[in-house]
């Protein structure tokens, strides 16, 4: 009888904080979400679908005394692993036979989809709370950010109620039809995960492979050889840098703007005379819309998760400055 009504106890302790969980408000959960994804332990499969394309990847992140670590194996097709060592990140190519070395991207992975000043994102975004629901066996409790104008896309997030971890991530468009989406199948949250999991399956074989670094120098672009002269209200210029994909390329000029949630990338690579014309013009890769244009010998190329009207908008303002 003691032991029954122990675990009753217990059980409505359970409750409590489950429902302590979802009463929430829901920037405290972006919060959560943030922190989940930096510093809990988990592996998992999650599948992403655009369209008719979809692509399985197998997950595994360790945070410990020497850091944060994580792999990202792609399951589909050509097969690709990502390395990273806190901010170094290794990029296993077997096919090709190359090792890509580069400090860590500024564009976000899932889970860690959110920028760690959530509070940030209520200037652009309606941020509010929907329904509790089920993804990966877990209930889940979903976040939705209606953006405030037309210049970016809307974003629904179903955050596990215990740990706070991002389960599924979806993107849609004004008509909340779906452009993008991350979904876990399955995951482990928390628990023993075997640290072998992090290491690289072609180390062996890389040793053979060649190695391309992807340098970048920062760079002061407000008093380069570009000026911006169209603004995307809310897109701040978050860095700006050289870019050197091989040694002997020539170097590129790299731009990142971001609201905090949806990033625009914008390259700008001189040309020569060798290469062929350039392809102007809008198109999509997955959910990502793409610009490109030349002007004053040099390609431009403008990318981000935003509706295609937004980087035309931004690309047509890039204008070379003259020289006295």
């Given at each position: 009888?003691?032991r ?15 429902q ?9 959960w ?83 989809l ?27 409790q ?37 452009i ?54 809310g ?7 050289k870019r ?9 000029t790299?731009?990142?703007f ?65 020289k006295?």
């Amino acid at each position: 009888m003691k032991r029954t009504l122990a675990l009753l106890a217990l059980g409505g302790c359970l409750v409590t904080a489950a429902q302590a969980e979802t009463q929430l408000d829901p920037v405290s959960w972006l919060g959560r979400i943030v922190a989940a994804a930096q510093k809990l332990n988990y592996t998992g499969t999650f599948i992403y679908q655009s369209g008719n394309h979809s692509e399985t990847s197998r997950i595994t992140h360790i945070v410990d005394g020497s850091g944060e670590r994580e792999k990202l194996e792609v399951l589909d097709g050509s097969p690709r692993e990502i390395i990273r060592n806190n901010e170094e990140v290794k990029c296993y190519l077997p096919q090709d036979k190359v090792v890509i070395i580069e400090r860590r991207s500024q564009r976000k992975t899932f889970p860690a989809l959110l920028p760690s000043a959530v509070t940030t994102l209520a200037e652009h975004y309606n941020i509010k709370k929907g329904e509790v629901s089920r993804v990966a066996g877990l209930d889940s409790q979903l976040i939705i950010l209606e953006p405030k104008d037309k210049i970016r896309y809307g974003h629904m997030l179903w955050a596990d109620v215990t740990s706070g971890l991002l389960l599924k991530a979806r993107m849609v468009d004004d008509k909340n039809e779906p452009i993008e989406q991350f979904a876990f199948t399955q995951v482990q949250i928390g628990g023993h995960i075997d640290k072998a999991a992090l290491k690289p399956k072609f180390a062996a074989q890389a040793a053979d492979w060649r190695v391309q670094n992807a340098y970048t120098t920062e760079a002061n672009m407000d008093d380069g050889e570009w000026r911006f002269r169209t603004e995307i209200p809310g897109f701040k210029k978050s860095i700006g840098m050289k870019r050197r994909v091989q040694n002997e390329a020539p170097e590129m000029t790299h731009v990142v703007f971001s609201d905090g949630l949806a990033a625009i990338s914008v390259f700008i690579e001189p040309l020569s005379g060798k290469q062929a014309a350039q392809q102007s013009g809008l198109f999509s890769v997955g959910g990502i819309n793409v610009y490109k244009r030349v002007t004053d010998d040099h390609a431009l190329t403008v990318l981000g998760e935003v509706p295609a009207a937004t980087l035309k908008r931004l690309g047509d303002g890039i204008e070379y400055r003259k020289k006295q």
